[in-house]
């Protein structure tokens, strides 16, 4: 089963599509999450996605905006969106009957909660 950032990673990616490489990627988890996302733990689980077959990486074309440099390219695999599947399921699965997850319970701010 894939971790939690794992997870991230591979559901960005996917949503980024054909423009997924590290830095965009690393933008959308931080926007998404409101948390940190270090270059290394992200260049990390990229190649340990890409050894477990779950993402396919490769150079793009170097750019003038980013001073010559190429992109690491990112697609998900048809393994990575399985995998990705299972653990959404496992997560919806486990998460019944939570308060949070009740039908009709809303998402937001815990003062938002606190005032209903």
Do not use: H
């Amino acid at each position: 089963m894939l971790g939690e950032f794992e997870y991230l990673l591979i559901t960005v990616a996917s949503g980024l599509g054909e423009n997924a490489y590290g830095a965009a990627i690393r933008e959308e988890i931080e926007a998404t999450t409101e948390r940190r996302c270090s270059l290394g733990a992200l260049y990390t689980t990229i190649d340990r996605l890409e050894k477990k077959g779950l993402l396919k990486t490769w150079m793009g074309e170097a750019t003038p905006q980013r001073g010559g440099r190429a992109k690491r390219m990112v697609q998900v695999t048809s393994q990575g969106v399985l995998a990705a599947k299972e653990f959404y399921d496992a997560v919806m699965r486990v998460s019944r009957g939570a308060s949070w997850a009740k039908s009709g319970a809303r998402s937001g701010t815990k003062a938002e909660a606190e005032s209903r």
